[in-house]
């Protein structure tokens, strides 16, 4: 039996506003040197991938303690590796 398949394509990183700022240059390349990415487009990725789970998080904190969405969201960023005392640190 065939399996379907959803093609979905979309963007995985977003490139920088400045392309040649010298201070941000030279993080991306001590990011690429200490956890030896490849290329600047995994850097960029692996951004693109925090900002997003911290942009969910801030929102899951708006709401209310009791709310079933943050109860069942929240139990999914302690799957992540990422305890309730270090949220306020990585938001």
Do not use: H
């Not at 979905?8 to 400045?18: A, D, P, S």
């Not at 302690?78 to 640190?89: E, F, K, N, R």
């Amino acid at each position: 039996m065939p399996v379907a398949r959803s093609w979905v394509c979309r963007k995985t990183y977003e490139t920088q506003r400045r392309p040649f700022e010298k201070s941000r240059l030279d993080q991306e390349l001590k990011l690429i040197v200490e956890y030896g990415f490849r290329n600047k487009r995994e850097v960029w990725r692996v951004r693109f991938t925090l900002a997003k789970i911290r942009k969910a998080a801030r929102e899951l904190l708006t709401l209310d303690e009791k709310d079933l969405r943050r109860l069942f969201e929240g139990n999914t960023v302690d799957l992540i590796g990422i305890p309730p005392s270090l949220w306020s640190c990585v938001i």
